[in-house]
């Protein structure tokens, strides 16, 4: 899964070099302190993503309104008592969305951004690590991959995590591998290749009482880190523009606007030339 949409990585390049720079490496390695957009002419294109991105996330989540209200799944009319209980857990779930440790605000805000740019967003809902609040984190697509099911829905999902061994230690403690624990005496922050899969029951073991399994697996040193069952997918992955086909997404705002991104770009590197040969020949 991870092979197969090298093209696509490779667009999603492309499009974050003209529209969203800082997020434009799919297919190079960018360091701390690189100069972005070193290679635009003009930031009109960045401008147009940055306000179609902050858009979304000021119409569809605004603070000051509650954007969002639980309701049952059937249209069978609510008794008093259950009305009162779902607006009991309207504002407990608030509540607990917009917690400063969640990270809701700036996962949201993220996922705005890449899903204007490239058509999705790939964002985790889970237990922090103490397991007392809810905590939000946006993914970078490049370490995405996900599959469909039979029904064309996502029912298998899986991350790249490069994580401290300080990090694996605090998670997983005895579960690690020992040469980890000996590496997180000295080095405590050398990364670790990890995966993280999400895939639905019948496709691990079929013994499973949950919808879901979540396995979390060490590839640098060939061992299982964690599998439990869960009940709810971790990952939220909402997807714009679907082709059959694919179970990736697309943009039609940056499908349709770079051709225009680069004309815009080639337009204003011939006008800066031709006047700096007028001014200086």
């Known amino acids: 899964l991870f092979t197969k949409p090298t093209q696509l990585l490779s667009l999603w390049q492309e499009i974050a070099s003209n529209f969203y720079p800082e997020r434009a490496d799919f297919t190079t390695h960018r360091s701390i302190g690189q100069e972005f957009a070193s290679d635009l002419m003009t930031s009109y294109p960045i401008l147009a993503r940055r306000d179609l991105g902050n858009t979304l996330g000021t ?3 605004p603070t000051a309104k509650e954007w969002f209200h639980i309701r049952t799944e059937k249209e ?13 857990a309207e504002v407990v779930m608030r509540r607990a969305m917009y917690d400063r440790v969640t990270q809701f605000v700036r996962a949201s805000k993220e996922g705005d951004h890449d899903f204007a740019a490239f058509g999705q967003c790939a964002i985790s809902v889970e237990l922090n690590r103490h397991a007392n609040a809810l905590l939000y984190r946006c993914w970078h ?8 099911n039979e029904e064309g829905k996502i029912g298998q999902v899986y991350r790249k995590w490069k994580p401290t061994v300080r990090d694996l230690v605090r998670l997983f403690g005895d579960h690690v591998h020992p040469e980890v ?5 000295k080095d405590p922050f050398q990364e670790v290749n990890c995966l993280h899969m999400v895939v639905e029951a019948d496709m691990f073991d079929g013994s499973e009482k949950t919808p879901y399994v979540s396995v979390y697996y060490d590839v640098d040193h060939d061992v299982e880190l964690e599998v439990v069952g869960i009940y709810h997918p971790i990952y939220v992955i909402p997807r714009w523009q679907t082709v059959s086909g694919s179970q990736y997404a697309y943009s039609p705002s940056t499908v349709a606007a770079l051709p225009d991104a680069r004309l815009i770009q080639a337009m204003t590197s011939t006008l800066l030339e031709a006047g700096e040969k007028l001014t200086n020949p």
């Open 59 to 61: 119409m569809l989540r």
């Open 76 to 88: 069978a009319p609510e008794d008093i008592e259950g009305r009162r209980w779902l607006e009991w």
């Open 141 to 148: 697509l490049r370490d995405m991959a996900w599959a469909e």
């Open 181 to 185: 624990k000996s590496i997180a005496a």
